[in-house]
């Protein structure tokens, strides 16, 4: 009997682990799940129907919130322009954030992790706390007003994570396949180019994903950068148009879940990507 029960403890212990997390998965969903069906469902509603009748479904429905901002050029421009934006600092943080982590982690010199140190301390200052001296730099270089004033910060407040992710990567890569294609005849340039980055796709991906995620929900320094409206990104349109139709909740409403799905979108298609680098990323540390 005895034997009989200990056979049976590892399984029972098993399906309460499998319950428990299903339960927290659950959970988590419904807690993000239930305010974006209230947004959609709100859109679709008038604002005497969302004080009348909050939680339930339409009666009737209202697509004019939904077709309003569908059929607003503003949006669109600003879609482009959070677009614009969110590939092209994409690009500057992955392309000089791999060039450093490969130094990092395939060459020795002196200083080398005292170099890395300072890059990774930019981790603990917040982007609120250089937004006056930054200001004051745009404007100097006259760079307010223009989408490099974006694009370069955010390029370089994204660069310390990014490295210290890339550098892991890079740092797994057995040293044997570097010797080998340095015996070939590959210069460390084309080692980086032809074997590494192919080999850190996951790593790559995952950081491009993250870079984009942060680009696009940026407010406080295209706030400071921008004053034309024809340069305004998503999150800045969503606050203008929240003043402008502060009294209708329902239309901002839609506007907000129309705003959110190019990002819902993306994650979704990127989500693969993210979740593999991660795993990779963690196996290979």
């Given at each position: 009997?005895s034997?009989?029960r200990?056979k049976?403890?590892?399984?029972?212990g098993?399906?309460?682990?499998?319950?428990?997390?299903?339960?927290?998965?659950?959970?988590?969903?419904?807690?993000?799940?239930?305010?974006l069906?209230?947004?959609?469902?709100?859109?679709?509603?008038?604002?005497?129907?969302?004080?009348?009748?909050?939680?339930?479904?339409?009666?009737?429905?209202?697509?004019?919130?939904?077709?309003?901002v569908?059929?607003?050029?503003?949006?669109?421009?600003?879609?482009?322009?959070?677009?614009y934006?969110a590939?092209?600092t994409?690009?500057?943080?992955?392309?000089?954030?791999a060039?450093?982590?490969?130094?990092?982690?395939?060459f020795?010199?002196?200083?080398?992790?005292?170099?890395?140190?300072?890059?990774?301390?930019?981790?603990?200052?917040?982007?609120?706390?250089?937004i006056?001296?930054?200001?004051?730099?745009?404007?100097m270089?006259?760079?307010?007003?223009?989408?490099?004033?974006?694009?370069?910060?955010?390029?370089?407040?994204?660069?310390?994570?990014?490295?210290i992710?890339?550098?892991?990567?890079?740092?797994?890569?057995?040293?044997?396949?570097?010797?080998?294609?340095?015996?070939?005849?590959?210069?460390?340039?084309?080692?980086?180019?032809?074997?590494?980055?192919?080999?850190?796709?996951?790593?790559?991906?995952?950081?491009s994903?993250?870079?984009?995620?942060?680009?696009?929900?940026?407010?406080?320094?295209?706030?400071?950068?921008?004053?034309?409206?024809?340069?305004?990104?998503?999150?800045?349109?969503?606050?203008?148009?929240?003043?402008?139709?502060?009294?209708?909740?329902?239309?901002?409403?839609?506007?907000i879940?129309v705003?959110?799905?190019?990002?819902?979108?993306?994650?979704?298609?990127a989500?693969?990507q993210?979740v593999?680098?991660?795993?990779a990323?963690?196996i290979?540390?």
């Open positions: 009997m034997a009989n200990h049976q403890s590892p399984t029972s098993g399906l309460l682990r499998s319950l428990s997390l299903h339960t927290i998965v659950v959970i988590t969903a419904l807690f993000v799940g239930i305010p069906v209230y947004g959609v469902l709100g859109g679709f509603k008038t604002t005497a129907q969302l004080s009348s009748n909050p939680i339930g479904l339409p009666s009737p429905w209202v697509p004019e919130n939904y077709t309003s569908l059929a607003s050029s503003s949006f669109w421009q600003m879609l482009w322009n959070s677009t934006i590939v092209l994409t690009l500057v943080v992955v392309a000089v954030s060039l450093a982590a490969f130094v990092f982690a395939r020795a010199f002196r200083g080398r992790e005292a170099l890395f140190t300072m890059f990774a301390a930019g981790l603990m200052f917040p982007f609120a706390v250089a006056l001296p930054l200001f004051v730099l745009l404007r270089f006259g760079l307010l007003d223009n989408p490099l004033g974006v694009i370069l910060p955010q390029a370089a407040f994204g660069m310390p994570m990014t490295i992710i890339l550098r892991g990567f890079f740092r797994a890569i057995p040293g044997e396949i570097e010797e080998a294609a340095i015996l070939d005849g590959c210069s460390p340039f084309g080692f980086f180019w032809r074997i590494l980055l192919p080999m850190a796709r996951p790593a790559i991906a995952t950081v994903v993250l870079a984009v995620v942060n680009s696009w929900n940026q407010f406080m320094l295209p706030l400071v950068v921008f004053s034309d409206d024809s340069l305004f990104t998503i999150p800045l349109g969503v606050q203008q148009f929240q003043g402008q139709y502060a009294t209708d909740v329902a239309r901002v409403m839609a506007y879940v705003a959110m799905l190019p990002a819902l979108g993306f994650y979704a298609v989500e693969r993210l593999s680098g991660l795993t990323g963690a290979k540390g």
